[in-house]
């Protein structure tokens, strides 16, 4: 079973750092790129990042470029998110997920971490 | 920047059927595939329709999707409408330059 988890969501001041996991299995991680979508509360999906299959290709949503790094560990099967520079816009649920890049589809999701940045 | 619209919510009875559209801003949605995801309260999304007019196994066919390039937009139809479908919808592309985009999302009430 394709199963995706994500971890180390938490509280934040403005202007700190986090960084989250996501701890694939199920499938050949290695052979898939992989994402981050997040989701403030009450509202709609925005794509974060994405990220190639060895790690030389990065694309960011422009309201974190400079803030976040996507990056991905293949021999551990993880992905990750750095977020430095935390804002209150930033707080949200934040989801992994694994991309069939030709459709440019995510599937499946991870049930996702909450980050709150709040004073 | 390319935007999906979609509308706030749609309700409908229970067996009867409902369409939810998202419209692309600008070039042609049929350049690039829409996927739709559902999501109900406190869950992640699942995806309902993919390549357009895909249902991943275990969707049942009471989900469709369709594109309609008159109209620039994606569609995704359910027809025989359960309590359970009640769930918010969101349509996902990409706009050709690297950036994935998602609608704003349909409050679906089966009432």
């Known amino acids: 079973e394709v199963q995706l988890v994500e971890s180390g969501g938490g509280l934040v001041q403005p202007g700190g750092s986090l960084r989250l996991s996501c701890a694939a299995s199920?499938?050949?991680?290695?052979?898939?790129?992989m994402s981050w979508v997040r989701q403030a509360p009450g509202k709609g999906l925005e794509w974060v990042a994405n990220i190639k299959q060895d790690g030389s290709d990065k694309y960011y949503v422009d309201s974190v470029k400079g803030r976040f790094t996507i990056s991905r560990d293949n021999a551990k099967n993880s992905l990750y998110l750095q977020m430095n520079s935390l804002r209150a816009e930033d707080t949200a649920m934040y989801y992994c997920?694994?991309?069939?890049?030709?459709?440019?589809?995510?599937?499946?999701w991870g049930q996702g971490t909450l980050v709150t940045v709040s004073s | 920047n390319f935007m999906l619209t979609q509308p706030h919510s749609v309700s409908e009875s229970p067996g009867k059927t409902v369409t939810i559209s998202c419209t692309g801003s600008s070039g042609s949605i049929a350049s690039n595939y829409v996927q739709w995801y559902q999501q109900r309260p406190g869950s992640a999304p699942t995806t309902v329709i993919y390549e357009d007019n895909q249902r991943p196994s275990g969707v049942p066919a009471r989900f469709s999707g369709s594109i309609d390039s008159s109209s620039n937009s994606a569609s995704l139809t359910i027809s025989g409408l359960k309590t359970e479908d009640e769930a918010d919808y969101y349509c996902q592309s990409y706009d050709g330059s690297n950036h994935w985009v998602f609608g704003g999302g349909t409050k679906l009430t089966v009432l």
């Open positions: 199920g499938f050949t991680f290695s052979s898939y790129w």
């Open positions: 997920a694994r991309v069939f890049w030709g459709v440019r589809w995510f599937d499946p």
